[in-house]
């Protein structure tokens, strides 16, 4: 059974860091590109950026570039998504997620969801 599993999340102030993590169980992580998206109240759920299955490669939505950054250790089956400069239009919910043969923003391509963790940055 595949699980992910994010942590990590919290209430910050604008302009704070703040460092999620993911956990994969029952994968063999190394095979797979995973994602980050999110969901704010009212939205859609929207992609965030992608990493490689090597970590050599990274994708990023537009609003978050320069400011997010996605990495990996796949030796702990882990990726994480480091924020920075956060603002209150980063306040969502965060999941992570497991493709096996897309790179990209396309959430359907993703097979595997984590249950999210909650960012909140107060302004």
């Known amino acids: 059974q595949v699980q992910l599993v994010e942590t990590g999340g919290g209430l910050v102030q604008a302009g704070d860091s703040l460092r999620l993590s993911c956990v994969a169980r029952?994968?063999?992580?190394?095979?797979?590109?995973m994602g980050w998206f999110r969901q704010a109240p009212g939205k859609e759920r929207e992609f965030v950026g992608t990493?490689?299955?090597?970590?050599?490669?990274?994708y990023y939505r537009d609003s978050v570039k320069g400011r997010f950054t996605i990495s990996r250790d796949n030796a702990k089956n882990t990726v994480y998504l480091q924020m920075s400069s956060l603002k209150p239009d980063d306040t969502a919910v965060y999941y992570c997620?497991?493709?096996?043969?897309?790179?990209?923003?396309?959430?359907?391509?993703?097979?595997?969801w984590g249950q999210g963790t909650q960012v909140t940055v107060s302004s």
């Open positions: 997620a497991a493709a096996s043969r897309h790179f990209g923003p396309v959430a359907s391509e993703y097979g595997n």
């Open positions: 029952g994968l063999t992580f190394s095979n797979y590109y």
């Open positions: 990493i490689n299955w090597r970590g050599s490669a990274t």
